[in-house]
């Protein structure tokens, strides 16, 4: 479930802006301690059972998108037009300005994916879209904009961990 900038009411979105982030409040079972989490190699889903695969040296490794019992992490915020956050910010070398947003692979990480890669499509070069993950982290998302948008599962993550269109395989002929 979506809910507002801080976990909290509802999602913000509008012409200018869009901020969401998961549900503070959700009402699942605090089941799971999950410290530092980071998606396994393949994890996908949502809640597709048991959510811990191991460790990583820094915390859990998540099989499944997963919830202690608190669904928000950090806040998603995508504005239509970027504001200076402090004098003196410069855009990167490419003229494109950073931001990021760290999901902690909570189940909100399916709409922040869905929404960067329907930003890509309409946004093309005007937008570089960089991940910690892998492709495979990708899947759901680019699964649900086909199903929804008919477009999506074109896009991948390539060896710069960009999210960019691939060229489609031809299979047969």
Not at 91 to 118: H, S
Request: include cysteine; aromatic fraction near 10%.
């Amino acid at each position: 479930m979506l809910a507002g900038p801080l976990g909290e009411g509802e999602p913000v979105i509008t012409t200018d802006i869009v901020k969401f982030n998961g549900s503070r409040h959700c009402g699942h079972p605090a089941e799971h301690e999950l410290v530092i989490p980071w998606p396994a190699p393949g994890a996908g889903g949502v809640f597709a059972g048991e959510p811990v695969a191991g460790t990583w040296f820094a915390g859990h490794l998540l099989m499944t998108r997963a919830c202690p019992g608190d669904c928000s992490y950090e806040t998603f915020y995508f504005p239509r037009v970027r504001e200076l956050l402090y004098e003196g910010e410069q855009p990167e070398e490419n003229g494109l300005w950073f931001d990021f947003c760290k999901t902690a692979f909570r189940p909100y990480d399916l709409a922040v994916t869905a929404f960067l890669i329907i930003a890509k499509h309409h946004l093309k070069n005007r937008i570089v879209v960089r991940t910690d993950g892998e492709d495979a982290h990708w899947a759901d998302a680019r699964l649900l904009c086909a199903i929804e948008l008919g477009y999506g599962l074109g896009y991948g993550i390539n060896e710069q961990r960009e999210l960019c269109a691939q060229q489609a395989s031809r299979v047969g002929t």
